[in-house]
């Protein structure tokens, strides 16, 4: 199997603070995550990739001090949103990157987070 | 860049029937890999159908197939024996080969007429 999940699922915060979400492999291995971030009725639009141990690589036009991404460990990666605005809420989904047995990887995709922003 | 296009905003298709959904992309490599994704109302992106570039063979999974044209930068999706279920948002996506990074298409949504 091959199963991603993200805590949490729903989160409501007021404008100003910061919020964390978490991105777990529970099977299997990732040596890159991704994040991304998901407009109504949008496509996926690519965030950041993010390497076990090294620093995020981040898509142009996403500011690095505003969505700080961490991945501490083979399985976790986290997307903390500092002093959020209204303008932050979105739809935020994860990724994690398995090798599968043909050597090729595939992305395997968390749940989502959405995220309110008052 | 590597551009992914979906052509449908919205397809639907009768119960038991047979639906294709669009897709090109652009790119200059040779080598690199197309994917199918199913987004249902849950949002759980889940994976449909991957093609490797370098197979000139079709890639089906059961009740899905795709149409792949390397020439035409064309990469179609069938579904065969349209069930209820699979009434969600149809993402095509874009992975350079060694290279992570995916590139979706804006989505067509599919809806099943029972």
């Known amino acids: 199997g091959a199963v991603v999940s993200q805590h949490p699922s729903w989160v409501i915060c007021k404008s100003g603070t910061s919020v964390k979400i978490e991105c777990r492999s529970l099977d299997f291995q990732a040596t890159t995550m991704f994040w991304y971030r998901q407009f109504p009725k949008q496509s996926l639009m690519l965030m950041a990739t993010?390497?076990?141990?090294?620093?995020?690589?981040?898509e142009q036009g996403v500011e690095k001090d505003k969505f700080l991404i961490n991945h501490a460990s083979l399985t976790l990666s986290t997307l903390t949103v500092t002093s959020a605005h209204p303008e932050d809420s979105s739809f935020y989904i994860c990724?994690?990157?398995?090798?599968?047995?043909?050597?090729?990887?595939?992305?395997?995709f968390g749940p989502g987070t959405r995220l309110t922003v008052l | 860049a590597q551009t992914v296009t979906q052509s449908q905003p919205e397809m639907s298709v009768q119960e038991a029937e047979t639906v294709t959904l669009s897709c090109t992309y652009d790119?200059?490599?040779?080598?690199?890999?197309l994917f199918w994704y199913k987004q249902p109302p849950s949002r759980q992106m889940i994976l449909v159908i991957r093609q490797e570039a370098y197979k000139q063979q079709n890639a089906t999974e059961n009740r899905f197939s795709v149409n792949f044209q390397k020439a035409a930068k064309s990469f179609s999706l069938k579904i065969s024996d349209s069930q209820l279920g699979d009434a969600a948002m149809y993402f095509c996506?874009?992975?350079?080969?060694?290279?992570?990074?995916?590139?979706f298409g804006a989505g067509t949504r599919l809806t099943v007429k029972p």
């Open positions: 990724s994690a990157s398995k090798r599968e047995r043909s050597s090729t990887d595939t992305q395997y």
């Open positions: 790119t200059s490599e040779s080598d690199y890999y």
């Open positions: 993010s390497n076990e141990g090294s620093k995020a690589t981040y």
């Open positions: 996506a874009y992975q350079k080969y060694n290279n992570n990074d995916m590139r």
